[in-house]
């Protein structure tokens, strides 16, 4: 390849990413959640849901990082999450492990961010003095495609839960915010130390003291694709 044609594409890849660059936008591809200790099953209502020892359905986010795709958490923030009522259908226990599915399609959750600092710079974006009422991050429901909340044991009916169900964004500043953006995702649970021990075919209240979420996206995001798609179009060029 002579060197007009290597300059050529360098021009058309730095053009590129410079116009991406000057969107402004940063594109999440993952969501890290320590929640505070919560029941995140309601036997007597048979469903699927997160509520505090005091009954409220508004749980604390301890700590909360938004992760850029390039690497690394650059986003730090607290909060609370709500995430409304799934319908249990079915549930079981095989194989020494208790397993439940849940469905609603009008199921939701929500993310509201009381602070939100970029860990790099060490900027405040967002804190009680500038939004008294927080700033919802993300409103989502649960993907009609899929339908269903999966919650497993790890193990042999021991006390290690997970979770998993994929979600759709409906609002907040990750949908339509001017600094970051987040596209659907798959919502991975993680139910620690839950009591009580030995469930079998969820016939009882499970409590968590360690609950976590991380959301992750499932399409790349958007300057990669757009990368992705310049590549092969100088490839066959240069063919």
Not at 112 to 126: F, G, W
Not at 142 to 147: A, K, P, V
Not at 165 to 188: N, P, Q, W
Not at 212 to 238: D, F, K, N, Q, W
Request: glycine share 8%.
């Amino acid at each position: 390849m002579d060197m007009r044609k290597v300059l050529e594409r360098g021009w058309v890849a730095v053009l590129i990413i410079s116009s991406i660059t000057s969107a402004g936008l940063k594109y999440v591809d993952a969501v890290d959640l320590d929640l505070g200790e919560c029941y995140f099953f309601d036997n007597a209502a048979q469903q699927f849901q997160l509520f505090t020892t005091a009954g409220s359905s508004e749980v604390t986010i301890d700590i909360g990082s938004l992760h850029i795709a390039g690497g690394g958490w650059d986003y730090s923030f607290t909060g609370k999450i709500i995430v409304t009522p799934s319908d249990l259908y079915y549930k079981n226990s095989s194989g020494q492990r208790a397993h439940a599915f849940f469905t609603n399609s009008d199921a939701t959750l929500t993310i509201v961010a009381s602070t939100l600092t970029d860990k790099q710079t060490a900027e405040e974006i967002v804190n009680p003095t500038t939004n008294p009422e927080g700033v919802v991050l993300l409103t989502a429901v649960m993907n009609d495609e899929e339908g269903v909340w999966l919650v497993s044991e790890t193990g042999d009916y021991d006390n290690h839960f997970y979770g998993y169900t994929h979600y759709a964004i409906t609002g907040g500043e990750l949908k339509d915010g001017s600094l970051l953006r987040m596209l659907d995702f798959r919502a991975v649970w993680d139910f620690d130390a839950c009591l009580p021990a030995n469930i079998s075919r969820f016939d009882r209240d499970l409590y968590s003291g360690m609950p976590s979420l991380e959301m992750i996206a499932e399409i790349p995001e958007p300057a990669t694709i757009l990368l992705l798609a310049v590549g092969g179009l100088l490839y066959r060029r240069g063919k």
